[in-house]
Structure formats: structure tokens, C-alpha cells
């Protein structure tokens, strides 16, 4: 079976630049989420949608990030200026309802030079 | 707010038993669990633990859960040094789906 598919794996984009991550969840799942993972912080959620709609978006640090949902198979973050201190490793995950497990995919490195 | 802990670092030996302890917070935390992440790589689920049980085993992992002290424990039997990696306890906070809380992790360190 086909996990969390997320592109690209690596990003590499110099500041002030639009940066768009992107994230296939697994067929079924009707929940998905979106972590960031640094070294001072560890994993923080930013945001997670149910059936296409943003839940909870009080992760999301500030008007620069944004996320989408138009359909169950695929999502995008988008950091749009990107700066510096938004380098991490930015992670989807999904799931099935009824507090059921989150599936990771294998991240996407960030790196704003 | 609430919190999930964990000891940063354990080291063992190959073939010892590993334990690594996380404690939480939130009692209305229905569900917590174990992932492993390998270098480079995403979040693996190794196991969970419903938090009306007090133990769960699959294989070389038993998930001890000690619901009164808000405390989680794994044991890694015969420790292999493939399972050296950074393990995150997480637990749901308030119940739902989406608000997972994670530890900041354990990197276990497997000595041959």
C-alpha cells in the first residue's frame, strides 16, 4: 500500500521566495495534518483538515504560511515569503477517523538560505 | 499547557532489554503513542496503547501504561542495533483526533 506522499524531499530557495510543499495522504483517510520539526522546538503541529476543511489552524506561526485542501488526495503548505527561520523538516500525515493512528510521510528539508 | 516528556538520550548494549519512559499531562488523553523516526526519515508508528489497558505487547515491544502517574513506558526486548533511532511518545490531547502532542524524543543508542 501507498503511505503519505509528500514532494519535494528536498527544497533548497534563498529568502523572499514562495516555497510550496506537497502531500498525497493515504486513499481513506479523511484527516490530515501538517507538522513542522526542528531541533529547538521538535514536532509542532500547524494545521490539520478533516474532509477537505481546515480544523485547526492555530499552529500555522504566522499570515506568511497558508495551507490547502481542494481535494481528499492532495494538499499544499505554502510559505510565502519564505525567511530564513523557516528552515526544518515540514511533515504530512494522515489518518483514518476515529482517533485512529497518523501516518506519517517521510518529510519534506527546508533549507532558506 | 499540556506536555508530553521524555529523557533525551539512553545508550544500551546489543541484546539488553531498553526502556524508555515518557509522562504526560492531559488525563483526558484516549489514546498514546509510540513512534520511531530513523535518520532522514518520517515518523514510523511502532505501536499504541488504548488508555483503559495497562499493557500491550507485539513482539520484542511491550507499552506499559500507568494511567494514575500519567506515565508511558516501552521496552525494547533484545535490543538490535537497527533499533538505534529517535523514539517519540505522543498523546492525544483532549481527546480528538488532531491535537497529538508529541515528546521531544529519545535517542536510543545501540552498542555491539
Known amino acids: 500500500d501507498a503511505g503519505v506522499i509528500q514532494s519535494p524531499r528536498h527544497e533548497v530557495t534563498e529568502m523572499g521566495q514562495e516555497v510550496t510543499l506537497r502531500c498525497k495522504p493515504i486513499s481513506g483517510h479523511d484527516y490530515l495534518f501538517w507538522y513542522r520539526q526542528t531541533m529547538m522546538r521538535g514536532l509542532e503541529l500547524l494545521i490539520y483538515?478533516?474532509?477537505?476543511?481546515?480544523?485547526?489552524d492555530s499552529g500555522m506561526p504566522e499570515d506568511r504560511f497558508s495551507a490547502k485542501m481542494p481535494n481528499a488526495s492532495f494538499s499544499t503548505l505554502k510559505i510565502q515569503p519564505s525567511e530564513p527561520r523557516d528552515s526544518a523538516v515540514y511533515f504530512c500525515?494522515?489518518?483514518?477517523?476515529?482517533?485512529?493512528?497518523?501516518?506519517f510521510g517521510d518529510g519534506t528539508r527546508l533549507s532558506i538560505l | 499547557g499540556e506536555d508530553v516528556e521524555q529523557s533525551l538520550f539512553l545508550s544500551v548494549r546489543e541484546g539488553d532489554s531498553s526502556v524508555i519512559n515518557c509522562t504526560y499531562t492531559?488525563?483526558?488523553?484516549?489514546?498514546l503513542y509510540w513512534y520511531k523516526q530513523e535518520p532522514g526519515a518520517g515518523l514510523q508508528l511502532l505501536t499504541y496503547i488504548f488508555s483503559n489497558m495497562d499493557m500491550k505487547q507485539d513482539q520484542r515491544l511491550t507499552v506499559l501504561l500507568n494511567k494514575k502517574d500519567k506515565h508511558l513506558s516501552l521496552r525494547i526486548a533484545d535490543t538490535q542495533t537497527g533499533d538505534s533511532a529517535i523514539y517519540f511518545c505522543?498523546?492525544?490531547?483532549?481527546?480528538?483526533?488532531?491535537?497529538?502532542?508529541f515528546g521531544k524524543g529519545t535517542k536510543l543508542s545501540v552498542k555491539p
Open positions: 492531559d488525563s483526558s488523553s484516549t489514546y
Open positions: 483538515f478533516n474532509n477537505n476543511v481546515p480544523i485547526d
Open positions: 505522543a498523546a492525544n490531547y483532549g481527546g480528538s483526533q488532531g491535537n497529538l502532542i
Open positions: 500525515a494522515s489518518s483514518p477517523p476515529g482517533l485512529q493512528p497518523q501516518h
